[in-house]
């Protein structure tokens, strides 16, 4: 079936930026999406990116997308305490969001 | 605007008996409504796709006839596990949607089952 990774645990320093990696299977995904997960909170759409892009810039949020080797990032400069929370990246595949297994991101001070 | 709200937000029962979860759209009405599992340290996976006044879908390998899906209105869906066990124990995740497209679906904020 399909598949979507991400790595578990993410530190880092605040005001550093952050990383978040994800690779996904389904190549026929039209759009690829990062959500946010805070404790207590549905998850949040945070942004998305067209298959056809490389790049995705919303203020402190930098999304690229490498087709040839599926793999998606999400990149968050200037990290505060408030980005704490848990990212998942997710794919369609039929109409349907597969996830990927999220990152928890703690930010220290 | 857009809110999804769930209830409870925790529950402790006892193996055997039925727990009914509701997932809520407060502001808006879902054509739609989204019932997910999360398992610690794994990823969302959908359960169930509900549309208000018709049966449920379910994916594969979900059984239909322990987690019973009712969306009797455009505002409101339940998820109830029947004869609930420990391995039923987990974090039940639903969501509601506006229309077509993923950006038009919204999460509540999870439902929390622990299974004596």
């Known amino acids: 079936g399909e598949d979507v990774e991400q790595s578990l645990f993410l530190s880092v320093r605040e005001g550093d930026s952050s990383v978040i990696n994800c690779t996904y299977t389904d190549s026929s995904s039209t759009y690829l999406y990062w959500y946010k997960q805070e404790p207590g909170a549905g998850l949040q759409l945070l942004t998305y990116i067209f298959s056809n892009m490389d790049m995705k810039q919303d203020q402190r949020l930098t999304v690229l997308l490498n087709k040839k080797d599926k793999h998606l990032s999400l990149r968050i400069a200037d990290t505060q305490t408030g980005d704490s929370a848990i990212y998942f990246c997710a794919e369609t595949f039929t109409d349907k969001l597969i996830f990927g297994t999220g990152t928890r991101l703690q930010v220290f001070p | 605007g857009a809110v999804v709200s769930q209830h409870p937000s925790r529950v402790i029962c006892k193996s055997g008996t039925s727990v009914k979860i509701e997932c809520r759209s407060l502001d808006f009405q879902a054509t739609t409504m989204f019932w997910y599992r999360q398992f610690p340290k794994k990823s969302l996976m959908l359960m169930a796709t509900?549309?208000?006044?018709?049966?449920?879908?379910?994916e594969q390998g979900v059984e239909k006839d322990k987690f019973l899906i009712n969306h009797a209105s455009l505002t409101l869906s339940t998820l109830t596990v029947t004869s609930a066990h420990p391995e039923d124990s987990s974090f039940y995740i639903c969501s509601a949607s506006t229309g077509m497209g993923v950006e038009t679906q919204y999460f509540g904020p999870g439902t929390r089952l622990l299974v004596l």
């Open positions: 509900s549309n208000e006044g018709s049966k449920a879908t379910y």
